[in-house]
């Protein structure tokens, strides 16, 4: 909502701290990412999950993976307010392959890139983005096969080439700093 009357929290507000809440983090600003916050791809369907029933709206309507298309308080709340007067449902993104975990200190650096299992989340790498001590942005590459994005039996080099058109998108050249477990 644009601006709070006294007493009263914006839509902003309110998804700030049901967030905020889930993580144990305190109420997180409008311009926070819930990834960056702590959040990962376990507790972002907790999170939708209770966005939908704080404003009264449906899986329909509100996704899960609108977390990673809208993932600050802000953002969510202008799709939840759009929603809730009568505007029909976003189309999302097919869904959003790379996910930053944790911004880094030094925008000039390259990132480093977390490899989700296939199949998997980026869940496993929770406390490793926490731990890590380094200036550079921590981004988690997601499997598109979570949201139909990859067909189960593709081959193994048609899956990676999903995984390098992304990390190239975010950045063209090397070095590339990769982080994968098996």
Known sequence: ?????AGHATTADEVGTIWGTLLAAGPLAADVSFFEAGGTSLTAFAAMHRLREAFGLDRGQLPDQAIYQYPTPGAMAALVDRLRAG???????????LVSLRGGADPALPPV???ASAGGTLGAYA???KALRTPREIIGVR???IWGGREATCGFRAWIDLDLAAIRQRQLRGPYHIVAYS
């Open 143 to 145: 499997d598109p096969y």
């Open 87 to 97: 505007a029909a449902p976003a189309s999302l993104a097919e869904g959003q392959v």
């Open 127 to 129: 406390k490793l983005a």
């Open 113 to 115: 890139f977390l490899i």
């Open 1 to 5: 909502s644009a601006g709070a009357t």
